[in-house]
């Protein structure tokens, strides 16, 4: 070996949890640091955010309960460093997954490797099938509609209402201080792009269900903290856009000819929608999406399924 090859082999630097990427090597971007914002919301209730992603810990007597790990292996490190600046003393015990995606549970090996990870079982279940490098598998699931957990003197419910985005998509509950916490669904402005693996038939009427808890604050996965007036806004659009969605179809609307669609959007929508959040960016998408559905169908049983609208 020469010296040249010792010195490229010293300098490679270790390999970080790679995800489903298959190229092989490290991937720089993945461990980059991103600084994290922390903010207490109510009682030992705190929200974390990156800028884009944004979740929560509870502060327990001993240690921390975490939810999510956020985005990449360098933003889990930079999470658990967030917590550790606000609690030095009590180190994450405890992950929460919301649901399977990767942009939000994808590095607990990052994280908090020996924690212990709770999560719904058809969650649990994708994260097995998948075996992504840094996904840790739960260790404790569950497969009912809500359970109650006590850990370490915090209290919260675990509530799977139904189908919305994802597979087994918890809403958290914080009875005692009348916090909602739910990633992926209910965000400020229009939807996220053309709305990847939402289920579109269940989806409204499943997170209505979450309206007869008693809660004032609603923090989603991404962007800022809402309340229950955010929340019912962005319930309808949902509503609103299933409704345009087919009138668009009807109108003679090409959903293939992306160009047309945002031409569609523009003299149609702007109007009603164009002060949202994102208006620009995403609302055309949006549009295209709903217009496949009623097109193809929706996409497999859970984008089918007809939900259990009772009361929670
Ligand atoms: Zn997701």
């Not at 699931?141 to 189908?163: A, H, M, N, Q, W």
């Not at 009138?247 to 609307?253: D, E, F, R, T």
Request: proline fraction near 6%.
């Amino acid at each position: 070996m020469s010296n040249n090859e010792e010195a490229e082999q010293v300098q490679e630097p270790p390999c970080e949890h790679c995800g489903i990427f298959t190229l092989g090597g490290n991937i720089p971007i993945q461990g980059v640091w991103r600084d994290i914002t922390y903010t207490p919301v109510r009682d030992n209730i705190w929200s974390v955010s990156e800028g884009i992603y944004r979740s929560i810990f509870l502060r327990g007597q001993q240690g921390v309960v975490a939810f999510d790990t956020l985005t990449t292996p360098g933003t889990a490190r930079a999470y658990a460093g967030a917590v550790g600046r606000v609690y030095p003393d009590n180190p994450i015990h405890t992950l929460v997954y919301s649901h399977d995606h990767l942009d939000h549970t994808g590095y607990a090996a990052d994280m908090a490797p020996d924690a212990h990870i709770i999560a719904h079982d058809l969650c649990d279940r994708v994260i097995r099938a998948r075996g992504s490098d840094g996904q840790l598998p739960a260790t404790e699931v569950f497969s009912d509609e809500r359970k109650s957990f006590e850990i370490d003197g915090t209290c919260f419910e675990l509530i799977y209402p139904g189908p919305t985005h994802g597979d087994g998509n918890l809403a958290v509950y914080l009875p005692q201080s009348k916090v909602l916490f739910m990633v992926d669904t209910v965000i400020p402005g229009v939807g996220y792009t053309f709305f990847p693996d939402w289920h579109l038939v269940p989806y409204v009427p499943v997170m209505k269900r979450l309206l007869s808890l008693d809660w004032d604050v609603f923090v989603p996965g991404h962007f800022w903290i809402t309340d229950r007036k955010g929340f019912i806004k962005s319930l309808d659009y949902f509503d609103r856009m299933s409704d345009i969605a087919q009138q668009a179809v009807i109108s003679g609307l090409d959903p293939h000819d992306f160009a047309e669609v945002v031409t569609y959007t523009d003299a149609n929508l702007k109007q009603e929608f164009g002060d949202l959040f994102r208006y620009g960016e995403y609302c055309a998408m949006n549009l295209s999406r709903y217009m496949q559905h009623y097109l193809t169908g929706g996409w497999g049983i859970e984008g089918n399924w007809q939900p259990d609208t009772t009361p929670l």
